[in-house]
């Protein structure tokens, strides 16, 4: 199946210049969804992963079901005020400013293999702060792994030697 006809790009969201990448058109094709999901759990059904991670919001779709398909738990990593317990922050970069995600500092534990996951890769702000989160807990970073990966911003450089996948690719802003 070609994932890529099944995401819808919008010129100008959120702001003049972006074409967005829109998964809403994948999500609701559940053929595309569930092969989507297949994808992941084949190549990472044997890996040993003990948790999966998923950034707000759109990670928390593909990380979560790809936990429950792998038999592992999740944890999200959420904006700040929405976890209840006590948690770590890492603060990113934004093109306007900075932002921060948290995870609860129970969530992961020494030892565990990780796997974390979102919707999509662009300039590597995001991933770059889960990833850091995780290690400070003392995870194990498995892989990164995204529905679509906007190649052309380079963000799987920020991640250094950390593997990284990818289902679709996009080369330009298309």
Known sequence: MKLEDHIRTVPHFPKQGIMFKDITTLLKHPEAFRFAIKEFRDRYKDSGITKVVGAESRGFIFGAVLAHELHCGFVPARKPGKLPAKTISQEYELEYGKDSLHIHVDAIEKGDKVLVVDDLIATGGTVKAVVEMVKKLGGEIIECAFLIE?????????????????????????
């Open 150 to 174: 906007l190649t052309f911003l380079k963000g799987r450089g920020k991640l250094g030697s950390l593997p990284v996948f990818s289902l679709i690719t996009y080369d330009s802003e298309e």
